[in-house]
T-cell receptor, first 112, second 114 residues
């Protein structure tokens, strides 16, 4: 089955710790994205990547970092600099940026 | 500038009655428009998309939407609601001049009453 996987589904961390969220796709898509979702708000773009070894900041990149060493993988690190990291994080991919996004199931991060 | 306004944050309908979820957009150029559905603690699933072809777009699960340029609207409808339609719905606009970034509305929560 082709798709996007995110792990873990639920993640708990103590304040001040960095945490890395996994996103893997086997759709052979060039573009990948990370979004943050908060209650009552739409999705906000954190980072995106159109090609391996290249990525761009989205609207709310502060306190986050990413890497794109492989086409299939786009991990997101939530650093201790992120002031309010508790949220639902969604990874997505698309063939290129002009096409629809395919979304993973999401990771709910709770910082205690 | 691009933006999306979903006019209702919550909509409640009885099972078997029509569904109308409203979306207005603002775009300087010809947009692509999408509706996504999200069930609790799940990712987003594409319902339908408009990309400058037919203005009446049919999607999955009996949903459809009509692109009305004069009204800058892209409302989502379904003739008869089913219990499984209860979810959060997002309207999205994308335009080529912004690198095809997606701009999400704030969502409409649909409740279906038995």
């Amino acid at each position: 089955d082709g798709g996007i996987t995110q792990s873990p589904k639920y993640l708990f961390r103590k304040e001040g710790q960095n945490v890395t969220l996994s996103c893997e796709q086997n759709l052979n898509h060039d573009a990948m994205y990370w979004y943050r979702q908060d209650p009552g708000q739409g999705l906000r773009l954190i980072y995106y990547s159109q090609i391996v070894n290249d990525f761009q900041k989205g609207d709310i990149a502060e306190g986050y970092s990413v890497s794109r060493e492989k086409k299939e993988s786009f991990p997101l690190t939530v650093t201790s600099a992120q002031k309010n990291p508790t949220a639902f994080y969604l990874c997505a991919s698309s063939i290129v940026t002009s096409t629809q996004r395919f979304f993973g199931p999401g990771t709910r991060l709770t910082v205690l | 500038a691009q933006s999306v306004t979903q006019l209702d944050s919550h909509v409640s309908v009885s099972e078997g009655t029509p569904v109308l979820l409203r979306c207005n957009y603002s775009s300087s150029y010809s947009p692509s428009l999408f509706w996504y559905v999200q069930h609790p603690n799940k990712g987003l699933q594409l319902l339908l998309k408009y990309t400058s072809a037919a203005t009446l777009v049919k999607g999955i699960n009996g949903f459809e939407a009509e692109f009305k340029k004069s009204e800058t609207s892209f409302h989502l409808t379904k003739p008869s609601a089913h219990m499984s339609d209860a979810a959060e719905y997002f309207c999205v606009v994308s335009v080529a001049d912004t690198g095809n970034q997606f701009y999400f509305g704030t969502g409409t929560s649909l409740t279906v009453i038995p």
